[in-house]
Each structure stands twice: as C-alpha cells, then as structure tokens.
C-alpha cells in the first residue's frame, strides 16, 4: 500500500492548491482564517458564492475551528442585511416647500384639471407659484 501514498499526498495537495486559489474564500473559512475572510469580503468576494460541489463558505460554518472566520463571515451577512433593510441617506425627499405647500399644489392642480379656473387661480395667488409651471413639469398621464 506504500505505492499509492505519494500518489494520495499529491492529489490532496493538488486539491489544497485548487481550493486555495479557485475558491479563496471557502478556504479561509475551512482554515478558521478571519484576517484572510475579511480581507477577501472587501475584495468583493461574497459568502454566497458555491463551489464546484454547491458548497458555499456560509455552508462552512460552525464547523470546529472555524470561530473567528465564523464571526467574520456571520458579521458580513449581517452588514449586508442591514443595507437591504435601511434605504439609502438620499433614498427620498420632502416636497419642495413642505407638506402643506405640496397639497396645496395638488388640490390647485386637481381644480383646475376639473375645470375650476377662478378657484384654482385664487390658490395660485394665495401661494404665490405658477400653476402653469406646475403643469408643464408635471408628467401628462394617459389614463
């Protein structure tokens, strides 16, 4: 059985050196290495991303040793969850001159398009905006 061990030790090697340059991350993982799994994630490297056999570097954890990349990769998930949940800081804004200025603009705008002319008028001076302004940059619907 001795002829078949350094054939054995050169494909496990050659299975370490693929795992190690193909799926980096699954590596580290398995290694317990979290400097490496950090670096990597910034990389652009992602915990969801499988391997040959489906595997990927979430399905890794919680093995034996692997505590620290463990906390790396669960703090990542967490990161990435919380940008999913929150909008971003200029994701949306009032309208210009507040709520009240907006509704006002609606109701002029929803007068006129009912044919009201002298009502919507007087809102037009009350708030001092153009209503034909308004129309022009409104988007025309065709409903």
Known sequence: MEGGRPHRQRQDYEA???AATEYPLHFAVACGDAEWAGDLLK???TPQDPDLEGTTPTDLLGRPGND????????????KL?????PAANAWKPP???????AKRQVGAAMKAQGEEREARSL???????????????PSSSI
């Open 16 to 18: 370490f050196l693929t």
């Open 68 to 79: 620290q990349s463990d906390q790396v990769i669960r703090a990542h998930n967490r990161s």
């Open 124 to 138: 037009e001076s009350d708030n001092g905006f153009d209503m034909e302004k308004e129309r022009r940059q409104e």
């Open 82 to 86: 919380f940008d999913e949940l929150l």
């Open 43 to 45: 990389a652009g490297r």
């Open 96 to 102: 210009e001159g507040g709520f009240g200025a907006d």
